[in-house]
T-cell receptor
Framework: DAGITQSPRHKVTETGTPVTLRCHQT?????MYWYRQDPGHGLRLIHY???????DKGEVSDGYSVSRSKTEDFLLTLESATSSQTSVYFC?????????????FGPGTRLTVT | GENVEQHPSTLSVQEGDSAVIKCTYS??????FPWYKQELGKGPQLIID?????GEKKDQRIAVTLNKTAKHFSLHITETQPEDSAVYFC???????????FGSGTRLQVQP
């Protein structure tokens, strides 16, 4: 998993509660991404980061916020979880090397909102 | 933005046969096309990729072809084995840009 860990790996939470998912990398890669995976949709970008405290929105960012205070950690927060946010969440990294476009994914977090 | 369509959604082949998965993309500025394999309960794993200055790339039993004019690219797996059974995703992006746009996935089942 390219030195990427995600925690927790599984979580069940109730509608309206806040949830934070953590992505940790050991290689100090510059770019980090959060995707969600749902049946029939492949993976869709939620937010991404191109450096410490530098983040931007993806195509499905509503209801999510992110923070990156250290190179190695990228946090995804659901401020008030809804059932539509039940999904599998994947973190990915990409080195900043010129011409290097490959992204590598973590093992995922399965989130169920009841 | 980019839109990637992937077909078929499911594919069943006999061991030893070939499998082909096809994707089309909409943004002519896209120039990086990776393929991922995802096994049950795991994250997607990059298996091969191609850039728009290349028409074909091979890695052992796996090959990818790209037709920029038609805006489609394909994954070819020869001599399939049961361990090739997984979900395969294509994706597209502009090299150096922020993220990948994924197809909806193909579930490949290789029958022994």
């Amino acid at each position: 998993d390219a030195g990427i860990t995600q925690s927790p790996r599984h979580k069940v939470t109730e509608t309206g509660t806040p949830v934070t998912l953590r992505c940790h990398q050991t290689e100090n890669h510059r770019y980090m991404y959060w995707y969600r995976q749902d049946p029939g949709h492949g993976l869709r970008l939620i937010h991404y980061s191109y450096g410490v405290k530098d983040t931007d929105k993806g195509e499905v960012s509503d209801g999510y916020s992110v923070s990156r205070s250290k190179t190695e950690d990228f946090l995804l927060t659901l401020e008030s979880a809804t059932s539509s946010q039940t999904s599998v969440y994947f973190c990915a990294i990409r080195p900043a090397t010129e011409g290097f476009d490959e992204q590598y994914f973590g093992p995922g977090t399965r989130l169920t909102v009841t | 933005g980019e839109n990637v369509e992937q077909h078929p959604s499911t594919l069943s082949v006999q061991e030893g046969d070939s499998a082909v998965i096809k994707c089309t993309y909409s943004d002519s500025a896209s120039n990086y096309f990776p393929w991922y394999k995802q096994e049950l309960g795991k994250g997607p794993q990059l298996i091969i990729d191609i850039r728009s200055n290349v028409g074909e790339k091979k890695d052992q039993r796996i090959a990818v072809t790209l037709n920029k004019t038609a805006k489609h690219f394909s994954l070819h797996i020869t001599e399939t084995q049961p361990e090739d059974s997984a979900v395969y995703f294509c994706a597209a992006s502009q090299a150096g840009r922020r993220a990948l746009t994924f197809g909806s996935g193909t579930r490949l089942q290789v029958q022994p």
